[in-house]
């Protein structure tokens, strides 16, 4: 009994790494947009405080403290993110995804998967989302249920072939007429038996050290952007779904 079971756990960790391996080597490139000429300069993404580590059940454990947003309260962060998925910008005459403007090269598309239950509108919680995007070389596209959406953050759990395969929770605090706002993600299953097969996968062939640091780099880079924008938008927060920024 022993062996038998031993030989449908290989078979079952066997077939996990041909389809990993299948669906990472035939996905298909992101189409990705031109530049965005937008009206700000974005700060040093190396002045903000990253890290990450591999825990002893070899799943990735990563935290960003991202730059102080001052004059922008938790409220405000939360509706932002409400809206991105559904919203377009105007932006000096030019019509564009509210997600485009988020980070100036590396946004794609966001959409909504699943509407949230309660039938709130774009990012809430219940809903899926989906994106595309990309991190310097680094393709990435992936869906996650968001289980949490307040003022106080977000908790986002995103799944491959119907396995949770880490968590990302974000958490903004309000402090001296702003926000402090930190992402905590784990990146891995806790899994028995195919769990750590799975976290060798994820480590090896997707969030690599070199993933890593360049995804890293683009969340520092796409918060520290609402500084020169967010305001704004948020002053017409009951216009409907598209808003108006003039070029600087």
Sequence with gaps: ?????????ITLTAFLLLVLSVVYTTSRPLQRDAPRDLPW??????????????GEDGRIHATVEHFFLEGISPAMVAWFYQQLPISTVDLGGETLPLYHIFHPTEHG?????EPAPGG????????VIQREEWFGPFDSTGAARLVEFSDAGMLAIP????????SVRHSYTAERGGTRYRVDTVIGTDLPVLGPVLNWYLRTRVFHPDMLREWQRHQVEEVASLQFFLPAL???????????????
């Design 1 to 9: 009994m022993r062996i038998a079971t031993r030989l449908i756990l």
């Design 41 to 54: 300069t974005l700060p040093d993404y190396r002045d903000a405080n990253t890290n990450w580590r591999v």
């Design 109 to 113: 598309r966001l959409w909504v998967v």
């Design 120 to 127: 709130a509108p774009g990012m809430a919680r219940g809903a």
């Design 159 to 166: 799944e491959f072939a119907g396995i949770v395969i880490g």
């Design 234 to 248: 948020y002053a017409q927060r009951d216009g409907g779904t598209h808003y108006r920024l003039a070029a600087r």
